[in-house]
């Protein structure tokens, strides 16, 4: 599965921004898709993810009630939707597809076998 992110950009402090996420080679089906980002000098940390067939979501309690992860009916697309962006939203933003992860396992990076190559976000105060 190759993964293209997109939709990166800058946004003032309160906007909103909604990134893309398209596999191709194959759909997500039976697939967790998770969304990771990194800021300059920190960790790449979870943000959220879908598990695609039921649509079942987690997220981060750092972006709960702000952020929205959906994918698309024909499971191709996966996106999130960040609302009421703050200044610490700002990080390249990735990815993130994996079919072999259990739920205890969602929020760490090491599950995921497919990457996307980054989108980055940056949000001015």
């Known amino acids: 599965v190759q993964l293209q992110a997109s939709g990166g950009g800058l946004v003032q402090a309160g906007g909103s921004l909604r990134l893309s996420c398209a596999a191709s080679?194959?759909?997500?089906?039976?697939?967790?898709v998770g969304w990771f980002r990194q800021a300059p000098g920190k960790e790449r940390e979870f943000v959220g993810t879908?598990?695609?067939?039921?649509?079942?979501?987690y997220y981060a309690d750092s972006v709960k009630g702000r952020f929205t992860i959906s994918r698309d009916n024909a499971k191709i697309t996966a996106y999130l939707q960040m609302n009421s962006l703050k200044p610490e939203d700002t990080a390249v933003y990735y990815c993130?597809?994996?079919?072999?992860?259990?739920?205890?396992?969602?929020?760490?990076?090491?599950?995921?076998?497919?990457w996307g190559q980054g989108t980055q976000v940056t949000v001015s105060s």
């Open positions: 879908i598990r695609v067939n039921s649509g079942h979501t």
């Open positions: 993130a597809a994996g079919n072999r992860i259990i739920t205890a396992m969602v929020s760490f990076p090491a599950p995921y076998d497919y």
């Open positions: 080679g194959r759909t997500f089906r039976g697939y967790y």
